[in-house]
C-alpha cells in the first residue's frame, strides 16, 4: 500500500511542478501542497483510505551545474535582501567605522607629528610636480 500510495503522491507532485518553472513552483509550494492535500485525499477517499497528513518528505535532486545555478541565485537574493534591510542604516554603519578607523589610527599614533610625507597615494603627474616645486631652488 505504501508503494502505490507513494507512486501516487510522486505523480500528483510531478505534475505540480511541471506545470510551473522552478522559481514559479518555489513561490507556489504552499498552494501545490495545498491542491495535492486535495487530490490525494480524494484519491484515498475513494478507495476507502483517510489521510490525516500529508507534507514534503524528501527533497528535489538537481544535476550539479543547475544546482550551484540555484545556489549562486538563493545567495545573491539574500544579499540583495541583506542590502535592502541595510540601506536605512548606511549612514549610521559608515559612521560607526569611520569612529573605528580613528580609534584604531589614535591607538597606534605616538603623538609625534610626521617627519616625512609620503605622496605615494598621489598620480604620478601629481606627485612628479610637487615633488618639483617643493625642491629646494639651485
Known amino acids: 500500500m505504501d508503494e502505490k500510495i507513494r507512486n501516487k503522491v510522486q505523480s500528483m507532485v510531478c505534475d505540480q511542478m511541471t506545470k510551473r518553472t522552478l522559481d514559479d513552483a518555489n513561490v507556489h509550494a504552499a498552494d501545490m501542497m495545498t491542491d495535492i492535500k486535495k487530490d490525494v485525499s480524494a484519491y484515498l477517499d475513494s ?6 497528513f500529508i507534507g514534503w518528505a524528501d527533497t528535489f535532486e538537481f544535476d550539479p551545474g543547475v544546482q550551484a545555478a540555484i545556489d549562486r541565485r538563493y545567495i545573491a537574493d539574500k544579499d540583495k535582501s541583506i542590502a535592502t534591510d541595510m540601506a536605512p542604516h548606511t549612514a549610521t554603519l559608515q559612521a560607526l567605522a569611520s569612529a573605528e578607523a580613528t580609534r584604531t589610527i589614535a591607538g597606534k599614533w605616538n603623538g609625534a607629528v610626521p ?15 610637487a615633488a618639483k616645486a617643493l625642491a629646494p631652488s639651485k
Not at 47 to 52: A, F, R, S
Not at 115 to 129: E, T
Open 47 to 52: 478507495v476507502g483510505i483517510t489521510l490525516d
Open 115 to 129: 617627519s616625512s610625507v609620503s605622496l605615494w597615494w598621489l598620480p604620478a603627474s601629481i606627485s612628479d610636480w
